[in-house]
């Protein structure tokens, strides 16, 4: 079974979370809406803050916030900072010494590429906006 890591998953979450929030947040506020331990989210939060995906603030009212425009940084952007490239196959990104004569190649290639594109047309903006819709845009709710 093909599978992204969790960090990739995580920090998607992580980013929309921060684009539901307005404001900057905390990895224990972080930690407490997702679900996700603080260590963790710290180590997500270095490839993000690298990959110029989130900015950090410090002081009382510090924490991390969304570097851009959450409908311009891409779920394409967030792997490609948490994991490197998507790719199906190792062949793809790779030379093979089969390639030439590999009749399996071009399907793992137009696979990698339609996985690819969904990414980079998927934003961190329309999934935010769609979590709102459904009324998950800030972790858990609680009604009485």
């Given amino acids: 079974m093909l599978a992204l890591s969790t960090k990739g998953r995580y ?3 992580i980013l929309v979370f921060m684009a539901n929030s307005g404001k900057a947040v905390s990895k224990p506020e972080i930690s407490s ?3 996700i331990s603080t260590h963790y989210i710290e180590q997500i939060l270095i490839k993000l803050k690298t990959a110029g995906l989130v900015r950090s603030f410090r002081g009382p009212k510090g924490g991390f916030s969304l570097a851009r425009n959450a409908d311009s940084i891409t779920v394409s952007e967030v792997l490609a ?3 490197g490239p998507v790719c199906l196959a190792p062949c793809i990104g790779d030379t093979c010494g089969r390639q030439l004569r590999c009749a399996t ?8 590429e339609a996985l690819n594109a969904a990414f980079s ?11 709102a819709n459904i009324g998950i845009c800030a972790g858990w709710a609680y009604e009485i």
């Fill in 105 to 112: 190649k071009l399907v793992w290639q137009k696979a990698t």
């Fill in 11 to 13: 920090a998607t979450r």
């Fill in 121 to 131: 047309e998927t934003t961190i903006g329309k999934i935010a906006k769609n979590a």
């Fill in 33 to 35: 809406a997702e679900e």
């Fill in 81 to 83: 900072a948490t994991e």
